[in-house]
């Protein structure tokens, strides 16, 4: 029968054995799994050591988070096939590490030896390379096409969403109509404005120490800083003094009340604190504090002590507490109650037009309103250099799948085929070297049969 | 030599050419290597089989042997801050996995073979690093040892420290206590375990330690027409001042944090509060209080009486209180400690306080706060007494409806802006990510065609060959051998 077969059909029998079992195996029995995936790289300086674009802590965490992954399926169009649970479970985010890092983390600096191949050691490591995956494990499977669409969507939106996050803008609207100056008394428009542009001021200081460096057209956020301070604490100071000094209000009669109520809060504040404080004092000149022991025995000194160290710090911050609000409150009175007489003084009338006021105010708010669109400017230009979208650089999302030219087909057809391939060789091989150690037998018998007849 | 003259048949020439005397037991290798030549085609087939089976057998052997892969990741413990600040008393003591986390992350795999919660605890290994200048000591101390052999005494005194990174091992191969059955995990369901366990531990120290409360109160009871108009702006005054102080303590502990949505502060919100409490309410409660405004100023009136009289009834259960804790801090009598001291020394008496008595001092202080906190609001009720109860023109009660109208809108607006601000903080990085750094887990999966099993292929193959050819040549030299062997027979 091996005779008939003839040597080489043995091995087209062992190719084709080992193709069938590679397909087998690898469509039915143990199927690879049908994901995507792409990566992106943070290319900022700061990344290295984990930090975001303005300062904070970096995270990859948003990308799981629901809200975002109900923005890409909506821009996917495919929130009706699968929910963002269903996306975050079948999803992975993870960092690139370097091959070694665990050795890295747990190695240390000798003080004996100093060998220049010893691995390097780590306290601390920020990934910069990121892959997202995406396995088609749906209840609803997803085409190839969708699939590679809903990660490059979600590619796409996190870069944008990764410009907001991170980005330096501040969206000064949602602080809402509490500060709209319109329909306010002199006094409240220049309090409001004061505090708007402290909260501008604080921020562009924020910024100007997270990059000092950053300019756009000569201006800085030291620039901004400067500009903020210099509206405070010139045109709304002199704002300030003009009403506060010469009583001007729309409605002097309700200012006034006002200021008596918070007198009275303040006063009373200041009544009830003042006797707060006379007791604790008591309390304080009352307290039996420990004595301290020291037992000294041999070589060693043992401290004895209760706790009433801590107690009496207690007492002593308490008191502190209140003698700090007694201040406060004694400030506010003083303030308050020289308006109130400012007021008092002013009760025939005042020779400044209101108009007048009224035009500096909006002047002073223009101002404020030009600084916050400079800082908005400023933040957009800050945010195309570190935190746009070219400091984070993406790959397009690559399928792998059930591929019969996949490598991973590959790699599982060599695995079957070459044992088979290499045990029909062998056979051959064998049975070759069979029949050739037979046939010289028999050569080497004919001429030993010839030499006895010779 | 003798000239021959004639041919002689019978005479025979004999040529000796480099000819060695019979006998002497020398291999001619020219021999042997045609011998080999003769056997070339058996031998060319051996060399080929040999080749062959050197190059499988490595390669099947690192098959079979081949050990599922281990997964290791480094987490490192620590709670911080935005702003780089350590809470210690937040920090966890030590890491350590418990049943449920560990039942968590399987819920959370999937695993093609499902193996117990019992069977991950007993491969989980968690491994606490040295300091590296304790390392550093022990390696010195080690060398010493080494060379002289006499600062074993030494060793003892080394304290080990340890920081605050651990190497968290799981083991592949997980099987039940008595079985040789195992469970295998692949390389990538190894990685996926690891991290999910990780990542709920991580839930599990968010909700155990996390600062995760909310700003306190609730806005929608002011706008309800059961309330007065003063009623609705202290009960708004109550939350604002919940939410400040909110943000004032959050300010504090993170002070760069900042919206992901909105770039905002917990300062700037800060800020909106005392400005709107300023601007918007201070400005409205004055007017009501001074023109005695309300919607119902008899109602509103017994309301304010009935305060009023709770309100005392409370002051002077907590002055009770007050005057009784003071009567037993003044009669309390802490311990007195003796000593005596060796050496004949006289006895000395000290006093230390106890738990009981400290405890009593502070609560008096709170007593106190309270105390205080109540003369305020017996001040402010009488002073509103006072004020209401008259009558109310239209017109007032008018313009108080619309002023209010518009204070409500705007204290709505910076509620949603701070509860939005406060519920987007809890579920950020900086809360839910300031337990740990980690690394993802890392697997060192071998594959089948790495270099180490390609080289352990060729060096095989290479054997076998060597094999064979050692195998024709004996086979070329045991032919001539026994040729020789015949001849000197």
Known sequence: ?454 | MEQLDKKDASQKVELYVNHQSEGDGEISLVNVFRNMGAKKKVFLRLIAILLIVGLIVPLFMAEISRKDPDTSAVVKLTYENVDGKTDEEKKPDRLSFSSSVIAAALDKTKLKDQISVSRVEANLKVEQLLTESVRQRIEVLQEQIKASGSTVGQAATIALEYEDTYIVTLNNGFGEEGSSRKVYLSSSEISDLLNNIIKEYNNYLYETKADYDLPEGDLSDAATGDLDYLESLDLIKTVMTAFKKYCDEKAELYPEYTSPSNGLTFSDLSAVISSFNDVDLNYLSATLISGGISKTPADLLNRLQFSLRNAKLELSKVEGNIASVQKIIDEYKNEIISVTGSDDQAKQNAMITTEYYNDMVLSQVELYDRQAELNQTIADLEKRVVAFGGEVSPEELAKADADFNKVYENATEVYELVTGYAKEFINSDTIMNGFMNTTSAQTKAESFFSPSNLKKAVIGGVAGAVIACCLWFAAGFIDEFRKEGRENA
């Open chain 1, 1 to 454: 029968m091996l005779k008939k077969l003839g040597k080489w059909n043995l091995l087209i029998i062992a190719i084709i054995l080992g193709l069938i079992l590679s397909l087998i195996n690898f469509l039915a029995v143990n199927p690879s799994k049908e994901y995507a995936d792409a990566g992106f790289v943070l290319l900022y300086s700061g990344a290295e050591k984990g930090e975001a674009p303005n300062g904070q802590s970096f995270s990859v965490d948003v990308i799981k988070s629901e809200d975002f992954l109900k923005e890409v399926l909506d821009k996917a169009g495919l929130s009706d096939k699968i929910t963002s649970a269903e996306l975050a479970e079948n999803m992975t985010v993870r960092g690139s590490y370097p091959a070694n890092i665990i050795e890295q983390i747990k190695s240390w600096d000798s003080l004996l030896t100093s060998d220049p191949t010893r691995v390097v050691s780590l306290s601390d490591y920020y990934p910069t390379t990121f892959n997202i995956s995406i396995v088609n494990e749906f209840k609803n499977k997803l085409s190839k096409t969708q699939l590679t669409g809903l990660l490059n969507t979600l590619v796409e939106e996190y870069k944008t969403k990764y410009q907001k996050i991170y980005g330096a803008g501040v969206e000064w609207d949602k602080l809402g109509d509490v500060f709209a100056t319109e329909s306010r008394d002199y006094a409240q428009a220049v309090d409001l404005l004061s505090v708007k542009c402290d909260l501008v001021d604080k921020h562009s200081q924020a910024l100007y120490e997270v990059k000092q460096t950053f300019e756009n057209d000569g201006v800085t956020f030291l620039t901004l800083s400067t500009r903020a301070k210099s509206i405070m604490s010139n045109d709304l100071q002199s704002l300030s003094a003009m009403i506060t000094l010469d009583a001007l209000s729309k409605d002097t009669e309700a200012l006034r009340q006002k200021y008596v109520y918070e007198d009275d809060i303040q006063i009373r504040k200041l009544n009830a604190l003042t006797k707060e404080l006379e007791e604790v004092e008591k309390l304080i000149d009352g307290y039996e504090k420990d004595a301290t022991l020291y037992l000294g025995s041999g070589d060693s000194v043992i401290e004895v002590k209760g706790n009433s160290k801590e107690t009496y710090e207690k007492l002593v911050d308490e008191k502190t507490r209140l003698s700090a609000e007694l201040n406060e409150a004694r400030i506010a009175i003083n303030d308050i109650e020289s308006r109130i007489a400012d007021i008092d003084a002013n009760a025939d009338g005042t020779s400044i037009d209101g108009s007048v006021l009224e035009k500096a105010i909006a002047a002073a708010s223009k101002k404020i309103d030009a600084l916050i669109a400079d800082f908005d400017a400023l933040a957009k230009a800050y945010d195309e250099e570190y935190a746009s979208t070219s400091s984070i650089r993406s790959s397009s999302a690559v399928y792998h799948g059930n591929r019969l030219l996949s490598g991973s087909f590959i790699k599982a057809l060599i695995k079957s085929e070459a044992p088979l391939c290499a045990i029909a060789l062998i056979v051959i091989l064998a049975i070759g070297l069979v029949a050739e150690t037979r046939k010289n037998g028999k050569k080497a018998r004919r001429i030993a049969k010839s030499r006895k007849a010779a």
